[in-house]
T-cell receptor, first 113, second 115 residues
């Protein structure tokens, strides 16, 4: 199988602070990883593609300076929500591909107060 | 641009009823198709997938889906639902072999099964 671990599962932060979310592929290497955002009762929206050794590719409408992505190694990608505001509160999910299939992390519930 | 459309926003069924959830996609080339389920408070789980071959694919928990290329559809079915099938269901598309893992999701269908 393939396991993707995401940490933390829940985080509450104050408005104006930054939060880092980690996504790790535990038993396989991933040169790309994907970050999604899920609003309550809504679908998953692809935010960006994280690329090991190069810049992330952001989807249209996603602020690069707000959502910083770093693919530090073949098993780790991080998403940093900078200067978080209440409207950034959401469920963030990462995935890593193995072959043609995507394996998802458990997700991170971010609440900005 | 690719898009995925799920026709039913919320489906309510009684136990033992049959289920069919519609999914249509827009992309003219090779596609890989997936159905995911998300139980309340839990993360996404893969129900089934289609890459090639037999267009009727069977997944976990008695679910199956049929890929109809001419209709750009990948509908999910289950002959007899259970209360435990209450969840959100997402259809997803991965377009082309060079896009491994990059998924476009449908809007999701909330399934409520009444005991």
């Amino acid at each position: 199988g393939a396991v993707v671990s995401q940490h933390p599962s829940r985080v509450i932060c104050k408005s104006g602070t930054s939060v880092k979310i980690e996504c790790r592929s535990l038993d396989f290497q991933a040169t790309t990883m994907f970050w999604y955002r899920q609003f309550p009762k809504k679908s998953l929206m692809l935010m960006a593609t994280s690329n090991e050794g190069s810049k992330a590719t952001y989807e249209q409408g996603v602020e690069k300076d707000k959502f910083l992505i770093n693919h530090a190694s073949l098993t780790l990608s991080t998403l940093t929500v900078t200067s978080a505001h209440p409207e950034d509160s959401s469920f963030y999910i990462c995935s890593a591909p193995k072959g043609l299939e995507a394996f998802f992390g458990q997700g991170t519930r971010l609440t900005v107060v | 641009a690719q898009s995925v459309s799920q026709h039913n926003h919320h489906v309510i069924l009684s136990e033992a009823a049959s289920l069919e959830l519609g999914c249509n996609y827009s992309y003219g080339g090779t596609v890989n198709l997936f159905w995911y389920v998300q139980y309340p408070g839990q993360h996404l789980q893969l129900l089934l997938k289609y890459f090639s071959g037999d267009p009727l694919v069977k997944g976990i928990k008695g679910f199956e889906a049929e890929f109809i290329k001419s209709k750009f559809s990948f509908n999910l079915r289950k002959p007899s639902v259970q209360w435990s099938d209450t969840a959100e269901y997402f259809c997803a598309v991965n377009a082309g072999y060079n896009q491994g893992g990059k998924l476009i999701f449908g809007q999701g269908t909330e399934l409520s099964v009444k005991p």
